[in-house]
T-cell receptor
C-alpha cells in the first residue's frame, strides 16, 4: 500500500478563498482523522470518522471548517472562507479497528493563507 | 476527558548523551501510551508504545517507562545520534473505549555535535 495520500502538498491562497484538502486513507482502515499542526498549538485533532461517519467534530474551530467522507477511500476538509490564521500543516491519518491504535499519518498539506 | 502534559518543550543534549522526555496523564483508566517521532518537514510516526500491564519496554536505544500510580510515563533515548533530532509526541488512550489518541504538545529534541 502507498500509505495515506494527501493532496495538495502545498497550498497558497488569498484570504477569503475556499480551500479543499484531500485525503485517501490506507485501504481497509476504518478510522480517518484530520489534524492541524502549528507551532503554537501543536497537533490538534479536528475531526474523525469511523466507517465514513463523522464521530467527533468538537475540534473543528468554527463553521468555516467542514469535512466529509463520501466513501471509504476519500475524505475532504474544506475551509470557506479561509483566513490567515488558518495557515498550518494539515495532516490526515488512518488506522484499522484491530489490535493497536497506531495511526498512520499522511505527508500533510502545508496551507498558507495570505 | 484525558489530558496529557509533556515536558520539556525543548531539549538539547550533546551527541552520545542520554535524553529523557516526560509525560503525565489525567485519566487513570488509560492503558495504552504511544510515542511518535516527527522529523523536520515529515509526518509523525510511531516509534514505540507501552501498555499499562508492563512497566518498561525497550527497543535498541529507546525505552519507555510507565508509572501507573503516579500517572506518568517517560521516553529515554541513550547514546543519542544526530538522526534523533526531531519532535517527539507522547499520547494516551483507553483502548476499547476511546477512538481518539490524546497527544501531548511535543518536545523538540536537538542533538548537539
Amino acid at each position: 500500500d502507498a500509505g495515506v495520500i494527501q493532496s495538495p502538498r502545498h497550498e497558497v491562497t488569498e484570504m477569503g478563498q475556499e480551500v479543499t484538502l484531500r485525503c485517501k486513507p490506507i485501504s481497509g482502515h476504518d478510522y480517518l482523522f484530520w489534524y492541524r499542526q502549528t507551532m503554537m498549538r501543536g497537533l490538534e485533532l479536528l475531526i474523525y470518522f469511523n466507517n465514513n461517519v463523522p464521530i467527533d467534530d468538537s475540534g473543528m474551530p468554527e463553521d468555516r471548517f467542514s469535512a466529509k467522507m463520501p466513501n471509504a477511500s476519500f475524505s475532504t476538509l474544506k475551509i470557506q472562507p479561509s483566513e490567515p490564521r488558518d495557515s498550518a500543516v494539515y495532516f490526515c491519518a488512518s488506522r484499522d479497528d484491530a489490535g493497536s491504535r497506531e495511526q498512520y499519518f499522511g505527508p500533510g498539506t502545508r496551507l498558507t493563507v495570505t | 476527558g484525558e489530558n496529557v502534559e509533556q515536558h520539556p518543550s525543548t531539549l538539547s543534549v550533546q551527541e552520545g548523551d542520554s535524553a529523557v522526555i516526560k509525560c503525565t496523564y489525567s485519566d487513570s483508566a488509560s492503558n495504552y501510551f504511544p510515542w511518535y517521532k516527527q522529523e523536520l518537514g515529515k509526518r509523525p510516526q510511531l516509534i514505540i508504545d507501552i501498555r499499562s500491564n508492563v512497566g518498561e519496554k525497550k527497543d535498541q536505544r529507546i525505552a519507555v517507562t510507565l508509572n501507573k500510580t503516579a500517572k506518568h510515563f517517560s521516553l529515554h533515548i541513550t547514546e543519542t545520534q544526530p538522526e534523533d533530532s526531531a519532535v517527539y509526541f507522547c499520547a494516551a488512550i483507553l483502548m476499547n473505549r476511546d477512538d481518539k489518541i490524546i497527544f501531548g504538545k511535543g518536545t523538540r529534541l536537538h542533538i548537539l555535535p
